[in-house]
């Protein structure tokens, strides 16, 4: 299904860069080409793609449990500011500092969604109103932060760049890719996908953790802690955001900006939707989305489509994604509207045989 | 004789179901006539169409000999078509009568005129024996009065085609006699009854013909004066029903299960269960009498550990499990089968196999070190739905909702015994199955008190607590009414127990 609202969402683009009078193949064909035509692009699709994988995972996480994480965001700037100020303080041999600087974002992100794990199984306070509070919580502890304690040397709404020692960027990473800024962040995503997969499918937590999400009545009746659950739910999905804004702000970037909420939290749910919650489909939506952002511009350059056409085609991908059921239901209707039909034509002129046969 | 109503050829089909296939139903006037069928046959379905619910897909409805359109239920009203639902629809905190009129309030100088409408009430409550207090709120009176009400509410509107639909299921065995007395007084005045049940004792009671209706389609009609339980039992399932359990008698032994003086709240904050206190012997089932929400369903889930009791003691075993966690008393030797099994029972979206390790799957040899044996797993499951007879297309890697309601529930009691538990407390263990499938966990149950393990069952049935039970406690109003040995007692005594009279006050 998702495929199929992959291929609608490409329909609606085709027929906006129509409607503004230009040609969807060659709209296309540079959109594809400007994420994917040599290697350094291949690399910025991957590098665009990774926190998305993170976030996208985060949603997805949680949604097995039945939660709906919005605070992807928020996550991702404690799991991003755990990092900077780590990256910032010590000055240690660079697979220590990195080592210590993911532990410490998968930490912060943890902590940070576990509250509102807590507030639901405690007070069954909804955790989609505590987790957009603990996006606004998260952007305001950061505008206090970088200024006061990681001020840049020359603005004041911006901490100081990492180090290279404290980057997930490598030289041999970035000459591989003719200069693109993949990092390592992409490996530590693929490694965090398979980990997640083997936790949903291979593990007793990932059967408690889904059994909760289906049916926390049922779970409940038969001994699993639903509490226990949720919280833990919230605080692995945290705990995939933070690391998501480990690689967005130690590795997609160098440094932190005050007053801005990163996207990525938020584009995760659409992640997580069009993979349909499952981490290797979160994994390639991740992908997919990152060939679309970095091929806009490219499109862009190269026709009179403006780029907007590419994030509309997203918007309508994450539509038909949310309507897929709908979708899907309809089209069983469809096949057996079709169906009947032909029984009832195949009777009547089964009958009007027999009726001429009589005269 | 006359007839009153005709569906011919109805047909209506829901997404992947034919609830009604070419049903072709006659009812006379002035009579009672029973409309047979499991749960899911189609009976609701059909009547549903008659009241305006749904419209058919095919087909077509005959009053009185001419052809309507019921296009809704107001339409059903004003051609005289009442219906009294399973669940009754009552304002609570209004009076009989504002029940009475709603939404056809009688209008004087601009205000609603109870007074002359109350005088209305008065005189058919008298005229058809329903004893009903025109000025009692509904909160204050007996869940039989509301189904009166509702009575009433279809004779205010002249109704004369009178729909039931399932009637007696919330009703004391007293209440049951005083409804059939009510349908016969209606009969007399000219009315005409529709009954719709799965109850084979009451239609041999009450109705004149009955129509049985099985997967959708009429099996036949026929004259209650030829015909016998076992005869209809037969039409309604397709084959014949035992309808004799071979109990053998009860050997109890030790006390297992020791309720001390429970009372514990409702979700509404009030004592929902009052100071009872109950025993379960090993090798005996103990039925739990009573009618629906009268204190079953805090006691069940107190006892299982998902309810905090307010006061009082449980102990499994001798031991207080009062304070421990469901997963506990699972481990101490608990095993449940629920009212509900959708809600608390399966969870739908895993697979067959999925739910049989729902409650063993963190323990060896179901997991090791956290990661599940699938391989075990399946093989477990290939086990348990063969030994329980759960009958699947896609067998364990099905997903439970794709199964049947009797495999469903097959499936959890198939997980609940292989637990191999103590006590088993079954609630409603047979709600809304098949006869096959009833005979089936009946057979199960008995078979557990047979090896020296207790059952205590909580159902509404009453036929299923006498016909299985060693002991009967009966339960009325959140309070232990009394206990009394199944052998020794009646359908007349557990029904005045049911509605609170003591025993010993039953002469």
Not at chain 1, 16 to 42: C, H, K, Q, S
Request: net charge negative; glycine share 10%.
């Amino acid at each position: 299904m998702s495929v199929f609202a992959v291929i609608l969402g490409l329909i609606a683009g085709a027929i906006l860069m129509i409607a503004t009078g230009n040609n969807p193949l060659d709209g296309f064909y540079f959109l594809f080409r400007g994420g994917l035509m040599n290697i350094e692009r291949v690399g910025n699709t991957l590098a665009t793609a990774t926190p998305l994988i993170f976030a996208g995972l985060s949603v997805a996480f949680a949604f097995k449990t039945g939660l709906f994480n919005i605070g992807g965001a928020g996550q991702m700037l404690i799991g991003g500011l755990c990092a900077t100020a780590i990256g910032l303080t010590f000055d240690w041999p660079k697979p220590i500092l990195l080592a210590v600087i993911i532990i410490a974002a998968l930490i912060g992100g943890a902590l940070w969604a576990s509250l509102p794990g807590l507030l639901k199984a405690k007070f069954n306070v909804h955790e989609v109103v505590s987790t957009i509070m603990m996006n606004w919580i998260a952007y305001w502890i950061i505008f206090y932060i970088v200024p006061q304690y990681f001020k840049g040397p020359f603005l004041e709404t911006e901490s100081q760049r990492i180090p290279a020692a404290a980057s997930l960027k490598v030289p041999w990473l970035t000459s591989l890719f003719s200069g693109s800024f993949i990092n390592l962040g992409f490996f530590l995503a693929i490694i965090v996908v398979v980990i997640s997969a083997f936790i949903l499918e291979r593990t007793t937590l990932g059967y408690e953790l889904k059994a909760v999400g289906y049916n926390r009545d049922a779970a409940g009746a038969a001994g699993i802690n639903v509490n226990r659950n949720v919280i833990l739910s919230m605080a692995i999905a945290g705990a995939l955001a933070g690391l998501g804004g480990a690689t967005f702000y130690v590795g997609f970037a160098s440094n932190m900006q005050i007053g801005v909420l990163p996207a990525q939290g938020f584009d995760g749910i659409a992640v997580a939707l069009l993979g349909a919650n499952s981490p290797w489909g979160v994994f390639a939506a991740a992908i997919f989305f990152g060939i679309l952002h970095t091929g806009k511009g490219f499109m862009n350059a190269m026709t009179a489509i403006p780029p907007e056409i590419a994030d509309t085609i997203i918007a309508t991908i994450i539509y038909f994604a949310a309507t897929s059921v709908l979708i899907e239901r309809n089209w069983d209707k469809l096949l057996k509207f079709n169906r009947d039909n032909l029984l009832r034509r195949k009777k009547k002129e089964s009958l009007e045989v027999e009726a001429g046969g009589d005269q | 004789m006359e007839l009153i109503v005709e569906m011919n050829n109805i047909r209506k089909s829901f997404p992947g179901v034919v609830a009604c296939d070419d049903i072709t139903f006659k009812v006379r006037k002035g009579e009672i006539h029973a409309l047979l069928g499991e749960n899911g046959a189609g009976k609701s379905t059909l009547m549903n169409i008659l009241f305006g619910l749904y419209q058919q897909d095919q087909g077509d409805i005959l009053l009185r000999g001419k052809k309507v359109n019921i296009a809704n239920p107001n339409v059903a009203n004003n051609l005289g078509i009442g219906m009294v639902h399973q669940h009754f629809k009552l304002v609570h905190n209004f009076t009989v009568t504002e029940n009475i009129i709603l939404g056809i309030e009688p209008i004087r100088a601009l205000m609603v005129d109870t007074r002359s409408a109350s005088a209305r009430i008065e005189d058919l409550s008298e005229r058809y024996g329903l004893n009903v207090d025109p000025e009692a709120k509904i909160e204050d009176v007996s869940v039989g009065m509301q189904q009166r009400v509702e009575i009433l509410k279809m004779l205010y509107r002249d109704a004369e085609i009178l729909i039931f639909d399932e009637p007696t299921a919330v009703l004391t065995p007293q209440e049951v006699q005083d409804l059939i007395k009510i349908m016969h007084n209606l009969i007399e005045e000219g009315k005409t009854i529709i009954l719709i049940t799965h109850k084979l004792r009451e239609i041999m009671a009450v109705a004149d013909r009955c129509t049985v209706i099985r997967w959708g389609k009429v099996v036949g009609t026929v004259n209650v004066s030829d015909t016998s339980e076992e005869k209809l039992a037969e039409m309604m399932v397709g084959r014949k029903v035992l309808f004799d359990l071979n109990k053998i008698e009860a050997h109890p032994a030790e006390e297992i299960l020791k309720i001390e003086n429970l009372s514990v709240r409702n979700s509404n904050g009030m004592l929902g269960l009052k100071n009872f206190s109950l025993g379960v012997r090993c090798g005996e089932i103990v039925g739990l009498a009573g009618v629906d929400g009268n204190g079953q369903t805090e006691l069940v889930e107190t006892i299982i550990g998902l309810r905090k009791p307010e006061n009082g003691r449980i102990f499994l075993k001798g031991q207080d499990i009062s304070s421990l966690s469901t997963r506990k008393r699972i481990e101490t030797g608990m095993a449940h089968i629920p009212e509900d099994r959708h809600k608390h029972g399966l969870i739908l979206d895993y697979t067959v196999q999925e739910n049989l390790i729902l409650k063993n799957y963190y323990f060896e040899p179901f997991s090791r070190n956290g990661l599940i044996d699938w391989d075990y797993v399946y093989a477990h499951a290939e086990k348990v739905i063969n030994d329980f007879d759960v009958r699947s297309g896609q067998g364990v890697e099905a997903s439970a909702r794709s199964l049947s309601g009797g495999n469903q529930q097959k499936a959890i009691v198939g997980r609940e015994i292989d637990g191999n538990p103590n006590l088993l407390v079954a609630v409603q263990p047979t709600r809304g199955l098949d006869v096959g499938a009833i005979e089936y966990i009946h057979q199960r149950l008995l078979e557990q008190r047979d090896q020296g393990k207790a059952v205590f069952m909580i159902s509404l049935e009453l036929d299923e607590i006498l016909d299985l039970s060693d002991r009967i406690a009966v339960i009325y109003n959140g309070e232990l009414v009394g206990v009394v040995n199944a052998s020794e007692t009646n359908e007349n005594e557990i029904g005045l127990m049911m509605a609170g009279g003591k025993r010993g006050a039953v002469a």
